[in-house]
């Protein structure tokens, strides 16, 4: 039974399509996250909630908007796709952030 | 302001060689310290954390690291390289008040048998 689970794993989509992408964590966590990683490897947080709440928004741009239902899930709509979109989004979630964050198995975003 | 630095973006050893993959950090508070696994085309799996106590931690897969404070350093090592452990490491920091993680760039270790 996956802990923390993400749909779906690869995405191909044309520039100027919408799009989202599911996490759901069955660990019982209050506090998830989604972050991208770049074509380097780079991970980079972009957004945050806790009990279905927005924490952390980081600069990202407003194609970009997250969507907390219950605690269990955060999803992420992406809107008009750009190039420069394509990257793997990774969802994750904490308990308590000191202790660590348990990461789905990520999502590959490719646009064309 | 938090931030992670890795040193060497590629390292390679030979099969039962020692490993030491290097991160320093900065954080303007005390902080809490991370070392991720990226196996390919999979999500990233905690090996070991550091937050308050002993300063040399033991993780997963024989790993370790040692928070050094006066080299604001949490180095990870592994006496004897498995092929097994050939992926992308991350070190991260984060901190009390702050909920977020802050990753370094990475490190690609390969093993050679």
């Known amino acids: 039974d996956t802990a923390v689970s993400q749909t779906p794993k690869y995405l191909v989509t044309q520039m100027g399509n919408d799009k989202s992408i599911k996490c759901e964590q069955n660990l019982g966590h209050d506090t998830m996250y989604w972050y991208k990683q770049d074509s380097k490897k780079f991970l980079k947080i972009m957004f945050s909630?806790?009990?279905?709440?927005?924490?952390i928004n980081e600069t990202v741009p407003n194609r970009f908007s997250p969507k907390s239902p219950d605690k269990a899930h955060l999803n992420l709509h992406i809107n008009s796709l750009e190039l420069g979109d394509s990257a793997v989004y990774f969802c994750?979630?904490?308990?308590?952030?000191?202790?660590?964050?348990?990461f789905g198995s990520g999502t590959r975003l490719t646009v064309v | 302001a938090q931030s992670v630095t890795q040193l060497g973006s590629h390292v390679s050893v030979s099969e039962g060689a020692l490993v030491l993959l290097r991160c320093n950090y900065s954080s303007s508070v005390p902080p809490y310290l991370f070392w991720y696994v990226q196996y390919p085309n999979q999500g990233l799996q905690l090996l070991l954390k550091y937050t308050t106590g002993a300063t040399l931690v033991k993780g997963i897969n024989g790993f370790e690291a040692e928070f050094k404070k006066s080299e604001t350093s949490f180095h990870l090592t592994k006496p004897s390289a498995h092929m097994s452990d050939a992926a992308e490491y991350f070190c991260?920091?984060?901190?009390?008040?702050?909920?977020?993680?802050?990753f370094g760039t990475g490190t690609r270790l390969q093993v050679f048998p």
């Open positions: 994750a979630s904490s308990q308590v952030p000191i202790y660590g964050y348990t």
């Open positions: 909630y806790n009990n279905k709440e927005l924490i």
């Open positions: 991260a920091v984060s901190g009390i008040n702050t909920d977020k993680l802050i």
